[in-house]
């Protein structure tokens, strides 16, 4: 074929299309409705809100030449800047930027000179005082912000983008949860509503970890069950509360917690909390560590502020969400970190500092909740009004937390079984919520190779160690904790649990805790001193001479009490002086002074035969707490209290009056 004859077959093509006349078009319905896109609806919508017709006109006209707009999250800033063009007109000049650039890349060069043509200059990020020009900055005359679509915003995308009926679980939507990305590519044009509806509550559901099979929904405890978390979880609701009220529009983020610092021994839960908390208020959790800052990046001072960076803006994207950092004490105390390592440190510290103000000021949403097993390495700018604000202490649970606990792990295994004894046996070890999920795995381990069910001597045999003791260890044991018993109930204190039973290295534990309150005395510091020194008064009193389970040891009975007496005498003003010569923490260090430690020995010696006295007073209701530990090797405060009520009703005859005025003393 040569090439005219491809020109002429080019021309016969067009001779035949020119030849279709109308009459061959097919037949447009014009009662077919063609419905928006649901990115141009939940643009439209989120304008809306923003920006009311009075600003608009302004923009319109020119009065207001510069407007800073703070969207939800960086995917938001091409589409509102496209719709904040589309709604001026020629006259705007859009600055979008979905990420933070580099500092070479911060400035627009174009900007002055739209300025000076007579545009109107509109900057749109999710962190605008980190993304936009400087000259936009500078130069806004209003600043707005797109607020996260809620529920009755979503709702309405859905009707003008789709049909079908709405179902009812709309009004529990959390589309906050997604980016705009995400909710467009829900709401797909001329889609069912119930379909989308379902689509959007999973995608969120997955966002906060609430779905899933069967198995791992119950992996998470529910926040308003975890009674084992005493002051943390109170603070967790109220929070939860808040943002419930803060969706409905009661009240905004600056009524809302920035944060808090969870601190309490390892394995108490301050990871597993913050992930309640999330799934409580709907919001995602992002986890991470300050150890991680090292371990994923080169350690080099740059990549460390990187990594942290990070950290912040993941949770910024997520917004509104939760950040739990762990091992937040591993930022040293700018204070106290040595000159040599202050210019590697400060740079991380100060940096960390900006980064938390910038995830509290304008309420972007991210609720910080920092964890240490060491709230005395956490500096005070950490806790100030605006950072963290507060520290929270999270225990070892009590016998109800335990109990809990022990509940949720085992799941439908051993529903019928009364735990209690087991829970208040956990108490006495110091059981944490971590110990507590392997003992309830070991039992399980057992039966599953015994090839039965998990019977209860399985989670027993977990919990109750095996005790190599001789019949006379054991008797002193019993004696030992029967003088903490008898003595503190004298005094004042509460019993929890007495037990005799091995944990560990720990032959006997008596829980007794003193109605102390914010102000303490000198009457009650003493209290406190004689139950501790109870239990070697029993043995003496007893057995004739004590053993060494009194002392030995950092936290042992001898050395907590000549602690609290030296900081009687020394810092708390509850002495035989006036003058603070240390902190009570450190008033032990005076004992090296012969005139301090003789008064500091001098009141440990009365004290400790007024416990003598006490115990001798009441020997009938101490040997019969004694006799009950030998049997049972466990017992409960009630069951303390009946049996030393029974033993003297038995002897309330005999009882002199010089017995009852020792017992006061």
Same mark, same amino acid.
């Given at each position: ?23 061959? +078009? ?62 001026? =007109? ?10 933070? /650039? ?105 966002? %906060? ?11 998470? /405890? ?7 978390? =005493?002051?943390?979880?109170? +603070? ?16 905004? +983020? ?11 021994? /390892? ?79 400060? /740079? ?121 003791? %001789? ?116 008033? +032990? %260090? ?70 009852? %005025?020792?017992?006061?003393?």
């Amino acid at each position: 074929m040569s090439e005219h004859d491809d020109i002429e077959t080019i021309e016969n093509i067009d001779d035949i299309m020119f030849a279709i006349t109308f009459d061959d +078009w097919p037949t447009i319905d014009a009662n077919i409705k063609v419905r928006p896109h649901s990115a141009t609806v939940l643009v439209d919508l989120a304008i809306e809100r923003a920006i009311d017709e009075d600003l608009r006109d302004q923009l319109r006209s020119g009065s207001i030449r510069a407007l800073v707009v703070k969207v939800p999250d960086g995917g938001w800033a091409e589409p509102i800047g496209n719709g904040l063009k589309d709604l001026i =007109g020629e006259r705007a000049y859009v600055v979008s930027r979905a990420s933070i /650039p580099r500092a070479h890349e911060l400035n627009d060069r174009m900007l002055a000179s739209k300025l000076q043509d007579g545009r109107v200059a509109i900057g749109v990020a999710a962190e605008p005082d980190r993304a936009l020009p400087p000259l936009l900055l500078s130069l806004a005359e209003v600043r707005v912000s797109i607020d996260a679509p809620d529920a009755a915003m979503i709702v309405e995308v859905i009707r003008k983008s789709q049909g079908g009926r709405m179902p009812k679980e709309t009004a529990n939507l959390m589309p906050s949860l997604l980016s705009f990305d995400e909710i467009t590519s829900l709401i797909d044009r001329d889609g069912n509503a119930g379909d989308t509806v379902r689509r959007i509550k999973a995608a969120t559901e997955r966002k %906060t970890g609430t779905t899933g099979s069967r198995k791992d929904s119950k992996a998470l /405890p529910k926040l308003e069950d975890a009674i084992e978390y =005493g002051d943390a979880r109170t +603070w967790a609701l109220d929070l939860r509360d808040d943002i419930a009220d803060m969706r409905k529009g009661l009240i905004g +983020w600056d009524d809302i917690d920035r944060g808090c610092v969870l601190h309490g021994p /390892p394995g108490t839960g301050k990871t597993l909390l913050a992930r309640m908390l999330g799934e409580a208020c709907g919001v995602p959790v992002v986890v991470s560590s300050i150890a991680e800052l090292f371990a994923n990046s080169s350690g080099y001072l740059n990549d460390v502020i990187k990594a942290l960076r990070k950290i912040f803006d993941e949770a910024k994207a997520k917004a509104p969400s939760i950040l739990f950092l762990d091992e937040i004490n591993a930022l040293p105390n700018i204070d106290t970190v040595g000159e040599r390592n202050k210019d590697y440190w400060a /740079p991380v510290i100060f940096d960390f500092y900006t980064l938390l103000d910038g995830a509290m000021s304008g309420r972007d949403g991210v609720i910080v909740i920092g964890a240490t097993n060491r709230i005395e390495d956490i500096h005070p700018a950490l806790l100030r009004p605006g950072r963290l604000e507060r520290a929270i202490h999270v225990g070892a649970p009590d016998a109800a937390g335990v109990e809990r606990i022990m509940r949720h792990h085992l799941g439908d295994d051993l529903a019928d079984a009364d735990l209690g004894k087991l829970a208040m046996q956990n108490v006495g070890r110091g059981a944490t919520g971590a110990v507590i999920m392997e003992q309830v795995r070991a039992a399980r381990r057992l039966a599953r190779r015994a090839g039965r069910p998990m019977e209860l001597a399985d989670l027993e045999a977990q919990i109750v160690d095996d005790d190599p003791r %001789t019949t006379d260890e054991l008797r002193r044991s019993a004696i030992h904790e029967a003088g903490h018993v008898i003595t503190g109930l004298a005094v004042g204190s509460t019993l929890d649990i007495v037990s005799i039973a091995m944990a560990g290295d720990n032959g006997g534990v008596a829980r007794l805790s003193m109605p102390n309150g914010t102000l303490v005395t000198r009457h009650q510091l003493e209290g406190t001193v004689m139950s501790l020194l109870g239990g070697r008064a029993a043995e003496q009193l007893l057995l004739g001479e004590p053993s060494q389970g009194a002392g030995g040891a950092a936290d042992s009975d001898l050395a907590r009490c000549t602690s609290m007496i030296a900081s009687m005498e020394a810092s708390l003003g509850l002495g035989g002086s006036l003058l603070f010569r240390a902190l009570p923490e450190d008033a +032990w %260090t005076l004992l090296r002074e012969p005139d301090f430690r003789r008064r500091v020995e001098k009141q440990l010696d009365d004290l400790y035969q007024r416990t003598i006295d006490i115990l001798h007073s009441r020997r009938p209701a101490l040997e019969a707490v004694i006799e009950a530990l030998l049997e049972k090797r466990f017992l409960t405060g009630l069951e303390v209290d009946s049996i030393i009520a029974e033993r003297e009703s038995m002897g309330a005859s005999a009882e002199s009056p010089a017995s009852a %005025t020792l017992v006061e003393a």
